[in-house]
């Protein structure tokens, strides 16, 4: 394919933003939300939360297989995807006034909903980046520019949630939606493709019989799993152990924008000494970054704050990097503009297993070590202290390990 033109990128990657206005509201404040609207305990909605993502996570395999037996290009499946996403997502964050059981009901239902749309748009959309490009000098440019503009959406989340509450939230989002997957649809190139002619299950596995991905893929989980950890108590750390929840939109602002404004460098620095590299110099720089979290009491706005630009600034990479490595292990596997769709279809997978693990496993715990929502105690802090700063970190460390043993840092 030829040189990516600067305007591919933009028009290819603005899609980012209305999906990420999606993404940080059900990662971040669906517990919250629906704790306090309706008073379902922490373990139900990790109870929850654990199934919807399970079931979600295993559809993504089939989606991606669909993608690639599929004679059409990566615009249909984004289309499908669009009205999925903005009446899942109205109907999660806007529901009736109901009892207990019915809320429950509510809750698991529009979850799949909204999480099958954004799974099918959010695996074409990868797909679509992979196959558009392998070159050095391009993937990590374009999957920069995707997660840019992902970083725009997720600041516009914290920001209007934060100080307008979500009514204004799902106005820009519906908005964005059309505005944004217009751009795509009508100006971005789209590589030609090769519709797989395995028609079976098996297909699935492609990804999984090669060594470089089974690495990656490794390391996705663990690091998956270090970020989506602090994501799913962010709200609970920030009003019941800093006791500062009227800066939590701030907090999050100043975490995305030192993300996007450190994505450049990580992207320059890929290009010359490899993303797997690089990747791994940002896991380190963000557990020593991170770890300082554990020692904060009430009212450290400002260490805090220097806590969430720092560790930002590592997010660029964590963002920008992994999906361009992917890229090139698909390439070095002769799986360009073929497999696509299961390679990202696995990676989604992951993802969301990640965040079912962190919301599953995380939220009972902390009800079992004595933490309660909005109940300040000694052993409930030290309990939110240790699953919100510690783990994460050690985590981190352990993702960081996997990737300088995987044999990627030669593509």
Request: proline fraction near 5%; charge should be positive.
């Given at each position: ?19 990420a ?39 993504d ?20 995807s ?8 109205l109907?999660l964050?806007?529901p ?17 909903l909204v ?13 679509w ?10 993937r ?25 509450g ?34 079976n299950?098996r297909?699935?596995?492609?990804p ?5 991905f ?15 950890i602090p ?27 030192a ?41 450290a ?44 279809g696995a ?60 044999p990627?840092?030669?593509?």
């Amino acid at each position: 394919m030829d040189r990516l033109a600067a305007p591919s990128y933009f028009a290819y990657g603005l899609f980012g933003l209305p999906l990420a206005l999606v993404a940080l509201p059900i990662y971040v404040y669906v517990p919250q939300f629906y704790a306090e609207r309706f008073g379902l305990s922490l373990t139900l909605i990790g109870a929850t939360l654990l199934f919807a993502r399970v079931s979600d996570a295993c559809i993504d395999p089939l989606l991606g297989m669909w993608i690639d037996r599929s004679k059409h290009g990566y615009r249909r499946f984004i289309i499908i995807s669009l009205p999925l996403l903005a009446c899942g997502f109205l109907a999660l964050f806007h529901p009736p006034s109901v009892g207990l059981g019915a809320a429950l009901a509510w809750f698991i239902a529009t979850l799949l909903l909204v999480y099958l749309g954004f799974s099918l748009a959010t695996i074409a959309h990868q797909s679509w980046g992979a196959a558009l490009t392998q070159k050095l000098n391009e993937r990590s440019s374009l999957t920069a520019t995707r997660e840019g503009c992902g970083l725009v959406g997720v600041i516009i989340a914290a920001s209007l949630t934060g100080w307008l509450g979500l009514g204004w939230l799902s106005i820009t989002f519906i908005i964005s939606l059309l505005l944004c997957s217009a751009v795509l649809l009508k100006l971005a190139p789209e590589p030609a493709r090769q519709p797989s002619q395995h028609h079976n299950w098996r297909m699935m596995l492609t990804p999984f019989q090669t060594l470089r991905f089974r690495w990656l893929f490794a390391v996705l989980i663990v690091n998956g799993i270090a970020a989506a950890i602090p994501a799913t108590l962010f709200l609970f750390y920030a009003k019941d152990q800093l006791q500062l929840p009227q800066y939590a939109g701030l907090f999050l602002m100043l975490y995305f924008v030192a993300a996007a404004c450190s994505m450049p460098l990580w992207v320059a620095l890929a290009k010359r000494h490899g993303e797997a590299r690089i990747w791994l110099l940002a896991m380190l720089l963000a557990a020593v970054a991170f770890v300082w979290a554990y020692g904060l009491s009430a009212g450290a706005a400002l260490p805090f704050g220097l806590i969430c630009i720092l560790s930002g600034l590592t997010l660029g990479a964590d963002l920008a990097l992994p999906p361009a490595l992917l890229a090139a292990v698909i390439h070095q596997a002769g799986h360009s503009g073929q497999r696509e769709g299961a390679y990202f279809g696995a990676w989604s997978w992951a993802t969301k297993m990640n965040l079912a693990l962190a919301a599953g496993i995380s939220l009972p715990l902390l009800q079992q070590l004595g933490y309660v929502p909005g109940v300040v105690n000694s052993a409930g802090a030290h309990a939110l202290a240790v699953g919100y700063a510690l783990l994460p970190c050690a985590l981190k460390l352990g993702a960081a390990a996997i990737l300088w043993r995987a044999p990627l840092r030669d593509i």
